[in-house]
């Protein structure tokens, strides 16, 4: 199971889930032949590609790959997200993208 959060998930968020899930699931008998409860979060490097992905992740050091694949991939600094559009700061200018043509971004660690 994945769990997700606008502040992040910490381990002690998927431990609090998975001892709150497991005795209800235990008291349902749905698994017969017994189960394992996995908790955990989508992790830091899993793609942007919603603007809520991106509004998340304004102030980190992205990279963007575009649905054109002859357009090069941009690498900055995500400074903003507002509606369909994200400002990504490269180098000493600001880029404004439309989310429309953007295929995903991902965190730069």
Do not use: W
């Amino acid at each position: 199971m994945f769990v997700d959060s606008d502040r992040g998930v910490s381990i002690d968020d998927c431990a609090r889930l998975s001892k709150a899930i497991g005795p209800v699931l235990d008291a349902q008998t749905i698994f017969r032949g017994g189960y394992t409860l996995e908790v955990s979060s989508p992790g830091m490097d899993r793609p942007l590609e919603t603007a809520k992905d991106f509004r998340r992740r304004v102030g980190n050091k992205i990279e963007i790959h575009f649905n054109d694949n002859t357009v090069r991939p941009l690498r900055g600094v995500l400074i903003g997200a507002e509606g369909q559009t994200i400002d990504l700061q490269v180098e000493n200018d600001v880029k404004k993208l439309d989310l429309v043509d953007i295929k995903m971004g991902k965190i730069l660690f």
